[in-house]
Each structure stands twice: as C-alpha cells, then as structure tokens.
C-alpha cells in the first residue's frame, strides 16, 4: 500500500502507509515516547515485581524471587496482617477518616461552589475564588505548622478568643476525638475552595434560559437551585464521587504524619504510617509489601464497583 | 475553553428586593470565608514579626507588636536553612524542566489517532494511574538501583504524573486536526509541528502544569523522609517538619502549665513563612490559567 490521501467526510485523512514510509514519517513519535516509557517500565511497572515479596520469607537483603515461599502456600503475612492489633487499629482509622473526609469533605465544595455561583458581584467573586484556591498549595507540613500555632491549647489564637469568649480550652490536636474532627476540617480548609473549580466549570455550561423559564414561573433563589443548578451538576459529582469512593481505603501520608502526635496515635496511626513504621524502619518487608498489596486491589475492586454502580444509574462514569 | 468566562448567568435578569438582600448575605458569607482562609496565615505572619514579651501576654492576634525582623535574620544567618532554601529552589527548578518536557513527550505521541499501538500505550500509561505497587515495593527497588540517599531520587521517581499528562493530552486534542494536517501537507514532520503549532498555542495549559509540577516538589516531603537520609539532601519541608517537631513535644508536655514561646517560637513561624511565601509569590500570577487546566483534566479525563 502506497502512501496516499483520501477525502472521507469532508476531512483529508492520511491512509495507511507502508511500514519504512510510516517510520519515516512518524517514527520521531516513538522517538518521544521512549523516555516516558522507559519510566513507567522501570519506576511504575518494575516495583510490582517486589509484591512478590509479600507472599515471600521475610528477607531484608535479597529480592524476594531469591527467597522460599511464605507459609500457609504464601499467604503466612496476610493472615499475620489480620492478627496484628496495629495493623486493624490502622486499617479501622483509615476508613473512619476516609469516611468522615467523604461525609463532610465531600458536600463542602458542592456547597461552596453554589454560594459563589449566587455571586452576583464579578470582581468579588474573583477575589474570593482566588483565596479560597490559596490553601490548596500549601504542604500539610505548612498547615501543620499553622494548626499548631493556631490551635495550640493555651495560647493559639483560636483559643484565646474561646477564653475571652468564656469557653473552656479545646485540645483540638491533642485529645484523640478533637483530634479527628480537626483533622477532617484541616481538610475542608485546604481543599473545598479548590474543588469547586471543576463544580464552577460544569455550571457554566448550564443554559441560561433554564434560569430564565424557572424565573418566569415563579421559582425564587432556592427553587432554582434546586431545580436546576443541582441537576445540572448530577454527573459531575457522581464522577468525583465515583473517584472518591475509588480511594477509601487508600490513604494519605503527609496529611496524619504531619498532623499526628504521640498523644493521638490511637486515630491518627492509618495505613500508610503502618507500612512507614513497620516496613521502612522496621524492615519487616513482607509484611507491609502484603499490606499494600492489599490496599491496592481492595482500591481496584471498590473502582470499578463504584463505577460500575454509576453506569446503572445511567451515568457516564470514569471510563 | 471559551465557556469558562461564561460567567454571568444572572445577568440581564430583574431582581427583587429579597433578591437583593440575598446577595448581601452570600457576600457576607464570602467575607467570613476569605478571613478563615487568610487567618491562620496573617497570626503566623504577625507572630514571626513580634517580640517574645507580646507573645507571652498572648496580646499577638493578627498584627505584629514589638516589630522586628529577628526571627528572619537568625533563619538567614544559620546555614541549615538557606542550604535548605536554596537546595529546594534549584531542585524546583530541575524537576519542573524535566517533568515539562517529560510530559509533553508523553501526551503528543498519544493524539496521533494513526501512531501504531495507541490504545496499548493509553492503557499502558493509565493502569498505573489505578493500580500501584505499593510504598515497599517502591522502596526496594530503589534502594536495589543505588538510588537512595541520592538527590536523583527526589528527582525522577516523581518526574511524570499520569493526572497532568492527561490534562496535557486532552489540551493538545482541542488543537484543531486541521492545523496538524495542514502542518503535514507542508512537509512538517511530528517535532516541527509540536514546537511551532501546539506549544505555543499551549502556553496556558503548560504554565499550569508548571506550577502543579513546582508546587509539588516544593511541598513535596515524603519522598524525602522515606528515601534520603543525608541532611544536606533535606527538602525544606523536611527541615521544617523536624523544626515543628521538635518543640511541639514541649509544647505538648507543658499542656497544663505556662508554655515560653521563646525566640525558637518566632524561629519555627519564621520558618513557616520561608516554606510559604514562595508560593504566595507565584501563585496569583498564574492563577487565570490553571482553572482552564483543571476543567480540562476533569472533563476528558
């Protein structure tokens, strides 16, 4: 087959070239793909041969193909994970805090992104989305650090104002139930402005004249919200929700390392600073590598449940 | 992209008096929400501005007493510090270039709907973005390749994210087809018409990845803790973490009883700022890109 253009639908569309025609004119790309290939291949894919360690003996020198098989036909460390008190008290503090940050985290930028959307004034709505996005690119360290100022149980501004006010002092980061509403506000203030931007973006795209008719009908403020605004961000939030339920038994680090302390360890130990604690510091590898391994195929499976689910609905879905 | 500004959805409409009165509360409510977003920042800001005798007396709320700039010059003058400062500056800038260019190298092969084993390469790419091996795995084999304790290591495992390569990749098929034809029926091979069709006409989209990209690395603190051990090779993240630690265990110890912020006090909140400011500085400037951004990665993602 020789190199040659056809007319199909109006658009010229190149056909198939011969295979020495096609390299040469498009062999560059592969050219481009080369280098990120050869970082998935070697720092996403490579890493997956290691989770054969987590049906392996321990050993903290060989890589685990080197090693003999675990007991229990390989799955000694998962039934080990399941008896080990520090494991289940972790795995139990990951789904309370994913859980809470999904109740309230969740409806927080919905909400918000309604409030700015009544925004009549343009400039100050400007002004208001761009500190509202600000604490998005703070580090959790950072926030760590103005949460203990803040906070702190006897001179933190918050706290100061609740004496004058005539209230108790709150330990807010250092009583474990304290501790885990702070945590799931620290969340809300970091991100809830920011994910509004994917809400503001899918209201532009509802047609004024809905407005325009609910108006004519009668329909005041919350009518119309209601009516339309919310149904016009059905699909969006079953998306993120979808994304969302994807991760509840994912969890994060830097957010409960850095917030965390030794008197609140009974709630803020998750998943990650399981693995942290045991794997890297305690070089019991094989535990912790079937720890991961079975956060990630429980994240997998709740995916495509949750995305599954959605397309019943009549929903787009993730893919 | 162009329904992005359009915003003005209750414009032309007749309002009523309740309506107006509405309007007054929800800015009342934006006000409350901006100081909630701007407080912890501007009692940290004053806090590191002031004098320890006013931070006794708990009399620091949001504006600075006792001005002075101590806390700013003994963090400048410790070496620990600005090694720190400077050593994530320059990696910021190393890993944004590499992570760019990364990026772009990824995403433009894959719009090409005749490059040959597209959808393996598609599918390839995403199953990482859904499935990972684990932090263990991750660990081992670094430790396996003589990465760790390295700066490469804070460098390269993290220099390509599937999230903003999609968001890169979407962007570049909103670039009309025709252009590229066109390009070809010139005689532009797939480089040329990457670097003087889609690249300048996706200066947007790359300045808000950019940023993700630099903000990530200069926030970014775990790869540190887990990978590196050489002080020298501390993110300033780390350091601060360290910083914060360490006299929050006395602050915690001393719950009940008087607590002396001392100058170490204003030191840690001085340190906050250094850790902070920088984004403050870069952030507003490319704010009215990364909303397109977003969106972008949102809806085609």
Request: hydrophobic share 50%.
């Amino acid at each position: 087959m020789k190199k040659e253009m056809v007319v199909n639908d109006g658009r010229i569309v190149a056909k198939r070239l011969s295979w020495s025609n096609y390299m040469k004119r498009y062999g560059t790309l592969y050219l481009l793909l080369l280098l990120p290939l050869v970082f998935f291949v070697v720092f996403r894919y490579m890493p997956m041969a290691y989770i054969l360690g987590a049906f392996k003996k321990n050993n903290i020198i060989k890589p685990p193909w080197e090693v003999a098989w675990a007991k229990n036909n390989g799955f000694e460390w998962f039934i080990k994970a399941f008896k080990n008190r520090d494991f289940l008290f972790s795995l139990r503090n990951t789904l309370t805090l994913n859980l809470l940050d999904l109740v309230v985290g969740f409806p927080a930028p919905i909400i918000l992104a309604l409030l700015l959307n009544e925004l009549s004034f343009n400039g100050f709505k400007r002004v208001t989305q761009t500190i509202v996005y600000l604490p998005h690119f703070l580090s959790w360290i950072i926030i760590s650090g103005l949460a203990l100022r803040l906070l702190a149980p006897n001179d933190g501004l918050v706290n100061i104002l609740l004496h004058k006010a005539g209230f108790e002092a709150i330990p807010f980061l250092n009583k474990p139930n304290w501790w885990v509403g702070t945590y799931v506000a620290l969340g809300v203030w970091k991100e809830a402005g920011w994910n509004t931007i994917i809400y503001l973006a899918a209201l532009t795209g509802i047609s004024p004249e809905l407005y325009e008719a609910a108006s004519v009908d009668g329909a005041g403020r919350f009518r119309k919200i209601w009516h339309v605004t919310l149904p016009g961000l059905r699909s969006t939030i079953i998306t993120l929700l979808i994304m969302n339920l994807g991760r509840i038994l994912g969890s994060e680090f830097d957010r409960p390392y850095a917030l965390s302390n030794k008197l609140v360890t009974s709630v803020s130990n998750v998943i990650s600073i399981f693995v942290y604690q045991n794997g890297i510091k305690g070089s019991q590898f094989s535990l912790t590598t079937a720890v991961g391994l079975f956060q990630s195929v429980i994240g997998v499976i709740f995916l495509l449940g949750a995305n599954t689910l959605a397309k019943k609905f009549g929903e787009r879905g993730v893919w | 992209m162009q329904k992005t500004k359009n915003t003005k959805l209750h414009d032309g409409m007749i309002k009523s008096r309740s309506t107006k009165i509405g309007d007054w509360i929800i800015v009342g409510i934006c006000c409350v929400l901006i100081f909630i977003c701007l407080v912890p920042l501007l009692n940290v800001l004053a806090r590191s501005l002031s004098s320890t005798e006013y931070l006794i007396r708990n009399e620091v709320l949001l504006w600075p007493k006792g001005f002075n700039l101590d806390a700013y010059t003994t963090v400048l003058g410790d070496q620990k510090y600005t090694h720190s400062l400077v050593f994530t500056a320059g990696l910021t800038v190393v890993c944004t270039v590499i992570s760019m260019a990364m990026t772009v190298m990824c995403a433009y092969p894959l719009i090409y709907d005749n490059l040959r084993g597209r959808n393996f390469f598609n599918g390839f790419v995403l199953f990482t973005m859904y499935f990972s091996a684990g932090t263990i795995p991750h660990y081992l084999l670094l430790k396996n390749l003589g990465m760790l304790n390295t700066v490469w290591v804070l460098i390269i495992p993290s220099c390509l994210s599937v999230y903003n390569m999609i968001i890169m990749r979407s962007f570049f098929y909103g670039v009309p087809d025709s252009l590229r034809e066109a390009a070809e029926i010139d005689g532009a091979g797939p480089i040329r018409t990457l670097v003087q069709i889609y690249l300048p006409l996706s200066t947007s989209v790359m300045a808000t990845l950019a940023l993700f990209y630099a903000v990530g690395r200069w926030n970014g603190f775990s790869d540190a803790l887990l990978y590196v051990k050489d002080t020298d090779l501390y993110p300033i993240q780390l350091l601060l973490y360290n910083i914060l630690q360490n006299t929050n265990s006395i602050e915690i110890g001393t719950q009940e009883g008087f607590f002396d912020p001392g100058v170490g006090e204003t030191m840690k909140m001085a340190t906050v700022m250094f850790a902070t400011v920088p984004i403050l500085i870069v952030y507003p400037w490319l704010q009215r890109y990364f909303v397109t951004g977003v969106t972008i990665g949102a809806v085609k993602g």
